[in-house]
């Protein structure tokens, strides 16, 4: 076991724990943030996408030795009151039917609308390409991220 100090939601953490675990464990077991998902577990679906410096990663992959002083921002980082207009979007356009994917999917939208905040239609498709919807969503996905995309112009 090792300690490790996280930076977490601007929030400061110290824990305790083996230093090959995945910050997808750390998120959920240690610190009890569970809108990060656990679905596949090799960085195929995206259910655990979180931002490492403002950047989408599957958080099943990352160990927790690797973080340092890295700021790590999950679902419950992205607003305290779910007024994020990805959030938003993903209400009006009811996105949503089993749900299990929508943290991955709006975290994987936010880091790339910060990129990109005028996204063609392609665009969004390719960004969001690498997380899988169980439900196959896809199509309201992409009309929350481009009214999400709107919004925030």
């Given amino acids: 076991m090792a300690v490790f100090n996280l930076k977490v939601n601007a929030k400061s953490y110290k824990i305790d724990v083996d230093e090959t675990t995945p910050l ?51 679902i419950e980082g992205l607003s305290e009151n779910n007024s994020h207009p990805l959030q938003k979007a993903w209400k009006e356009v009811d996105v949503p039917q089993c749900g299990y994917c929508q943290s991955g999917q709006i975290m994987t939208a936010a880091s790339f609308l910060n990129q990109n905040n005028k996204p063609s239609t392609e665009e969004i498709r390719n960004a969001m390409h690498g997380n899988i919807c169980r439900c196959a969503a896809y199509n309201r996905i992409e009309d929350a991220v481009a009214k999400a995309a709107e919004e925030m112009n």
Wanted: hydrophobic fraction near 40%.
């Fill in 24 to 74: 997808l464990w750390v998120l959920r077991d240690t610190l009890g943030l569970m809108g990060t998902k656990f679905g596949c577990g090799i960085g195929q679906c995206g259910a655990c996408t979180i931002h490492f410096n403002g950047v989408a990663i599957r958080s099943c992959l990352l160990p927790i030795s690797a973080i340092g002083e890295n700021e790590i921002k999950t």
